[in-house]
T-cell receptor
Framework: SQTIHQWPATLVQPVGSPLSLECTVEGTSNPNLYWYRQAAGRGLQLLFYSVGIGQISSEVPQNLSASRPQDRQFILSSKKLLLSDSGFYLC???????????FGSGTQLSVL | KNEVEQSPQNLTAQEGEFITINCSYSVGISALHWLQQHPGGGIVSLFMLSSGKKKHGRLIATINIQEKHSSLHITASHPRDSAVYICAVAEETSGSRLTFGEGTQLTVNP
């Protein structure tokens, strides 16, 4: 079956610390992968999306980066977190034409 | 102007009422999704539409490709339907890049 795993579920980090959130997909190959952020009470903001290994499109310039080292693995990183990086981060995947869409369970990040 | 516009932003209903949430988009799409997000954040896909109409239980979703408009209907609403409902489109020219509406916060009171 097709599943998506995202971890950790919650994370509290001090300002200036690094970040690594991981997302893996099972049950499909060559998925399109996405990282979204959702501020409290707001809509989903696309941060990065990837259509293949090593192919990353950045939607919002900021101190975050993404990498796709393997076909079904998508990593969101930061070298130094800012207070404004706090939020709810969601990983998602779609098939090539977007007919299938699945979300990870999300990571609540608090930067203090 | 957002590429995907949802209305209303907030909706409060009494249990049993018929509910409609609307979504308009401005880009060519290969698919449109209606999503549900409960408190706690998890998002599930309710429907994927590329044409016509789909029904699942008390939920009905329709799409008019020519008018670039979709609606999500909930019949006989129940307090457990309270959630944020999000419209998302997969753009046909961008390798299924997803664009989201801002969401509609639905509260159904008993």
């Amino acid at each position: 079956s097709q599943t998506i795993h995202q971890w950790p579920a919650t994370l509290v980090q001090p300002v200036g610390s690094p970040l690594s959130l991981e997302c893996t997909v099972e049950g499909t190959s060559n998925p399109n992968l996405y990282w979204y952020r959702q501020a409290a009470g707001r809509g989903l903001q696309l941060l990065f999306y990837s259509v293949g290994i090593g192919q990353i499109s950045s939607e919002v310039p900021q101190n975050l980066s993404a990498s796709r080292p393997q076909d079904r693995q998508f990593i969101l990183s930061s070298k130094k977190l800012l207070l404004s990086d706090s939020g709810f981060y969601l990983c998602a995947w779609t098939n090539t034409w977007g007919e299938k869409l699945f979300f990870g369970s999300g990571t609540q990040l608090s930067v203090l | 102007k957002n590429e995907v516009e949802q209305s209303p932003q907030n909706l409060t209903a009494q249990e049993g009422e018929f509910i409609t949430i609307n979504c308009s988009y401005s880009v060519g799409i290969s698919a449109l999704h209606w999503l549900q997000q409960h408190p706690g954040g998890g998002i599930v896909s309710l429907f994927m539409l590329s044409s016509g109409k789909k029904k699942h239980g008390r939920l009905i979703a329709t799409i008019n490709i020519q008018e670039k408009h979709s609606s999500l209907h909930i019949t006989a609403s129940h307090p457990r339907d309270s959630a944020v409902y999000i419209c998302a489109v997969a753009e046909e020219t961008s390798g299924s890049r997803l664009t989201f509406g801002e969401g509609t916060q639905l509260t159904v009171n008993p």
